[in-house]
T-cell receptor
Framework: AQKITQTQPGMFVQEKEAVTLDCTYDTSDPSYGLFWYKQPSSGEMIFLIYQGSYDQQNATEGRYSLNFQKARKSANLVISASQLGDSAMYFCAMSTGGGADGLTFGKGTHLIIQP | DAGVIQSPRHEVTEMGQEVTLRCKPISGHNSLFWYRQTMMRGLELLIYFNNNVPIDDSGMPEDRFSAKMPNASFSTLKIQPSEPRDSAVYFC?????????????FGPGTRLTVL
């Protein structure tokens, strides 16, 4: 069975600062994928970034980067130069089977960006 | 391009009634997922299909829940009979089942309230 742990229920960050959201995972499958999704107050689920377990380099998508440390089983999301619009719930998720299976989600981190 | 379409967006029903949630995946996507989100349990995978075939239904909570995918462009999730504890937001997501293409695109969700 796989498990995702997000230890930060909530975070307050000043606008324009960088943010790191923590995520650790556990699985016995050697082939898996790690995902981050954003859920604003409106409720939709927005895909941010993906990292495959065999990817050699950390994934980046614009202001988002994923700090993948395989030996520590961590997949932290880094948001550079935070903006007010980044305020939302952030979910870390994992999919085994090479990233093709359904997603197992963490409990989420509620990020609030303050002006 | 239209994203994942779910209907209805909101459903209020009384305990014991049958509820049917509908999903139209993105055209060309051949994997479809049903998730449920509650405050208590977070986001949970219920079932997913590859090429219209159910692959993993271990997340379906009880026999009261059933899901079908009669063709590549339509899926239903049925609850019969419904109970108050089924109240949740139900998300449908789809993706392309191909190497390296692991992003799941989520629909807007159906907010179900069972009185």
């Amino acid at each position: 069975a796989q498990k995702i742990t997000q230890t930060q229920p909530g975070m307050f960050v000043q606008e324009k600062e960088a943010v790191t959201l923590d995520c650790t995972y556990d699985t016995s499958d050697p082939s898996y994928g790690l995902f981050w999704y954003k859920q604003p107050s409106s409720g939709e689920m927005i895909f941010l970034i993906y990292q495959g377990s065999y990817d050699q380099q950390n994934a980046t998508e614009g202001r988002y980067s994923l700090n993948f440390q395989k030996a520590r089983k961590s997949a932290n999301l880094v948001i550079s130069a935070s903006q007010l619009g980044d305020s939302a719930m952030y979910f870390c998720a994992m999919s085994t089977g090479g990233g093709a299976d359904g997603l197992t989600f963490g409990k989420g981190t509620h990020l609030i960006i303050q002006p | 391009d239209a994203g994942v379409i779910q209907s209805p967006r909101h459903e209020v029903t009384e305990m014991g009634q049958e509820v049917t949630l509908r999903c139209k995946p993105i055209s060309g996507h051949n994997s479809l997922f049903w998730y449920r989100q509650t405050m208590m349990r977070g986001l949970e995978l219920l079932i997913y299909f590859n090429n219209n075939v159910p692959i993993d239904d271990s997340g379906m909570p009880e026999d009261r829940f059933s899901a079908k995918m009669p063709n590549a462009s339509f899926s239903t999730l049925k609850i019969q009979p419904s109970e108050p504890r089924d109240s949740a937001v139900y998300f449908c997501a789809s993706r392309i089942l191909a190497g390296g293409m692991n992003e799941q695109f989520f629909g807007p969700g159906t907010r179900l309230t069972v009185l």
